[in-house]
Structures are given as C-alpha cells and as structure tokens.
C-alpha cells in the first residue's frame, strides 16, 4: 500500500482552475486497469493525496505516476489555451529550468518531484486515510462542511458507504494488507 501525493507547480490551483478532475479519475481508471486498487483519495484544487494498493513490482508504481504527470500536464495547458489563460501559461513557461527547456519543456505542471511512501501497517494507513479526508477542512480551506461531503474524496464512502465522485476498493476487503519493506 502506497501513499502518493503529486502537487501542482507552486501550490498553483490548476485542477480547480482546468475542472481537471475527469481527468485524474481517469488515471484511477488506469491504475485500476494495472492490477492496483485505489483505496483512498483527495483531489484538492492544487494537490492530490492517493492511498494506493499496488498489485504488481512496486517500482511500476514510480512509472506509472511519471506517465500520468506528463499527461495529465499535457492536458492541462491545453485546457489553459482553450480557456485563454495566457498570464498562467506564462508563469509555468517561466518555470521550466534551462536543463528541462533543452529537453524541450515548455511548461512546469507539477512539482519536480511527488511523495510515494509505503504504508507500514494498517494503523499508518488509516492514519493518511484519516489525514486525507479532512484534508479540504484543514487550515485554509472550506472545501467542504462536513468534511465527507467533498465531491473529490473518497471520505464519503468510509463514512455512509456511498461513493462520491469516483467509486474506491475499500481497503477492508484486502485479505493480505501487503507492505512492502521497499520503497519504490
């Protein structure tokens, strides 16, 4: 089990501002797809929190989240240019590094890097489930009251049993709640 977190270039708001969400359940459908099970999940409007069973070699998960940032980023600044977001797609144009612009990079989506760290056990676990739930609450966002009502999270399946936007592999049915003691 996997806690992933990708954020988008300077904490900017990009899902909210692009309506991204579509696309990031689409990439839940792919994992899904790879023998993963998306077990938990918060689509904020500039980050995203995902507990993630990893079916197969651990490293794929590393692959596969590459893949998805580069599409997802591809999607999003076409989304900009429909929109007319020119000053925004300025800034990311502005944060594309020399080293990356020689690989002909022209926007900075995300930040350079996202967090996937092992789940050890399922108290630590259900402690990120938890932390990623109140997540659209928690200081200064008003996403949400109560915090399960938020549309992008899968708080509200562990709460009522009902899927929100996106339907979950509730973690509970998972007969060996596998951890690997190697991260990706």
């Not at 023998?35 to 590393?62: F, K, S, W």
């Amino acid at each position: 089990m996997y806690f992933i977190t990708t954020t988008c270039y300077r904490w900017i708001p990009l899902f909210e501002i692009t309506n991204f969400y579509d696309e990031i359940y689409k990439w839940f459908d792919i994992l899904n797809g790879r023998g993963h099970q998306v077990t938990g999940y918060v689509i904020m409007p500039n980050h995203l929190h995902a507990l993630v069973y990893v079916g197969t070699d651990c490293q794929e998960i590393n692959r596969t989240m590459a893949n998805a940032k580069r599409f997802m980023a591809y999607e999003i600044i076409s989304r900009l240019k429909n929109s007319g977001k020119t000053a925004l797609l300025g800034r990311l144009r502005d944060g594309v590094t020399d080293s990356d612009a020689g690989k002909r990079k022209l926007h900075q989506v995300f930040q350079h890097s996202f967090d996937c760290r092992p789940c050890y056990g399922r108290n630590f676990f259900e402690q990120k489930l938890n932390y990623i739930h109140r997540n659209p609450c928690k200081g200064k966002w008003r996403l949400a009251d109560p915090y399960y009502e938020y549309p992008h999270s899968s708080a509200r399946y562990y709460v009522t049993g009902v899927h929100a936007d996106y339907p979950v592999y509730d973690y509970r049915l998972l007969s060996d709640f596998r951890v690997s003691r190697r991260g990706p």
